[in-house]
């Protein structure tokens, strides 16, 4: 019982480097041996258990006084990150609700010039028509109505990002199978995967051996 009992600091170093020591000199030629290693593993296993219980009052009171800050924190700075949500979203509505009426009004101007343009071109037409010149006033009328609107600049800066989003995910693995490229950009749960698909193709399963202790 008294090798449970550590007394210092010291003594817990002492028992870890011992540890540690004894192991790197080991090695297995015959049966003997690999038991004695078995011995030093649960050896092993008990000073790390000595090591965290050793640590463990200290951990749990750290622990404490860390997560006392932390929500002494958060009591303040958690309504400041809501309200700063809040007033992003009214900022992008409005710059988007602006954006939208700015379109609006040049989609609306390049109409006026449309009908202004259209009406001038009558007007030519006609008057080119009246002295015989009907090629001419054809030619006229059908040429394309390029209409150019000076546009203002935003009064605020804008930013466009975009968000990725995986719509549909079947398709996605399909492209990313077909380019080998993608593969190690994909990480795939294997435990919990196998759990539900043990007969999944693409897996091997290895057997290994570990000592039952």
Request: aromatic share 4%; proline share 3%.
């Amino acid at each position: 019982m008294s090798d449970l009992v550590v007394r210092s600091k010291e003594d817990l170093q002492r028992r870890v480097d011992e540890v540690i020591d004894r192991i790197k000199g080991l090695s297995i030629e015959n049966d003997e041996q690999y038991t004695a290693c078995g011995e030093w593993v649960k050896r092993n296993k008990e000073t790390q258990r000595l090591v965290t219980d050793w640590f463990e009052p200290a951990r749990v009171n750290a622990k404490a006084v860390y997560d006392a800050v932390l929500t002494e924190k958060n009591q303040f700075i958690k309504p400041l990150e809501e309200s700063e949500k809040i007033l992003r979203k009214k900022m992008s509505d409005f710059i988007t609700e602006k954006e939208r009426l700015r379109r609006e009004e040049i989609r609306r101007k390049e109409e006026e010039a449309r009908r202004l343009e259209e009406e001038k071109r009558l007007r030519i037409a006609e008057e080119l028509v009246s002295h015989g010149k009907l090629e001419r006033a054809d030619a006229m009328l059908e040429k394309p109505i390029n209409v150019h609107i000076e546009q203002e600049k935003p009064a605020h800066k804008m930013r466009e990002v975009s968000v990725p989003k995986i719509t549909d995910k079947a398709a996605l693995l399909r492209y990313i199978a077909e380019h080998a490229e993608l593969h190690d950009y994909v990480e795939i749960n294997l435990s919990a995967l196998m759990k539900v698909a043990p007969s999944a193709s693409g897996v091997e399963i290895e057997k290994r051996l570990i000592p039952v202790l």
